[in-house]
């Protein structure tokens, strides 16, 4: 992991460093409590997939990323086009269709 995990209320948030391109990990949250007191605290394990320029979310990157991140250059970031800021420098522009275009073909496996 790359620092502190931190919880408010029911999110959590947890930085990761070092994750390689083309791969899914698993992150386990251990002793997660349900709204229920009832119900015991159990361990949930959250796959996670890194695959850099798949702006479209499609587990593989190609043309339609590329055209995608091109059409969003110049745009404000937001929750819905975020991902086409590739290099994470808060600006979608050349940089990132670069980005997006040197992975072009690549997939998680």
């Known amino acids: ?10 999110i959590v948030t947890i930085p990761l460093t070092n994750v390689a391109d083309q791969q899914t990990i698993n992150v386990t949250l251990n002793g997660v409590n349900s709204a229920s007191i009832d119900q015991p605290a159990v361990n949930v394990v959250i796959p996670m997939s890194r695959l850099l320029g798949d702006t479209t979310a499609i587990e593989l990157s190609n043309a339609g990323d590329v055209s995608q991140t091109k059409g969003r250059i110049g745009q404000a970031i937001t929750s819905a086009n975020f ?22 073909g690549h997939a998680v496996p």
């Not at 992991?1 to 029911?10: D, K, L, Y």
């Open 1 to 10: 992991m790359g620092g502190m995990v931190t919880v408010s209320g029911n």
């Open 83 to 104: 991902r086409s800021d590739v290099n994470a420098n808060g600006a979608i522009n050349a940089g990132d269709v670069s980005q997006v275009k040197a992975n072009t």
